[in-house]
């Protein structure tokens, strides 16, 4: 069974910056997209931000300009650079791998915006 670990969530003031990482205990073959999602009390998860394995990105219209999503396949680790946080930001960040056959998920980091 795969685990996804995900670093780098916390605590940050409006207009501040946090960069996550998210890395696979071993190797994954044929991953079709690797992504971050997340979650704010009462609300649904949503996606934030994809990366295909083509390198193609797809974002929330909320975080478009602000975050970036990247990844880095010899070390199985998606990042998500997120800029100009805003407070509506707040909400735990789970990241996401998924195959034709497979889905995984990382148990989530909290990321918290101050106002």
């Known amino acids: 069974q795969v685990q996804l670990v995900e670093s780098g969530g916390g605590l940050v003031q409006a207009g501040g910056s946090l960069r996550l990482s998210c890395a696979a205990s071993?190797?994954?073959?044929?991953?079709?997209?690797m992504g971050w999602y997340r979650q704010a009390p009462g609300q649904q998860r949503e996606l934030v931000a994809v990366?295909?394995?083509?390198?193609?990105?797809n974002y929330a219209y909320s975080v478009k300009g602000r975050f970036t999503v990247s990844r880095d396949n010899a070390k199985n680790t998606v990042y998500l650079q997120m800029n100009s946080l805003k407070p509506e930001d707040t909400a735990v960040y789970y990241c996401?791998?998924?195959?034709?056959?497979?889905?995984?998920w990382g148990q989530g980091t909290q990321v918290t915006v101050s106002s």
């Open positions: 996401n791998v998924g195959g034709d056959d497979y889905d995984y």
């Open positions: 071993r190797r994954i073959f044929n991953i079709n997209a």
């Open positions: 990366i295909t394995s083509g390198g193609n990105t």
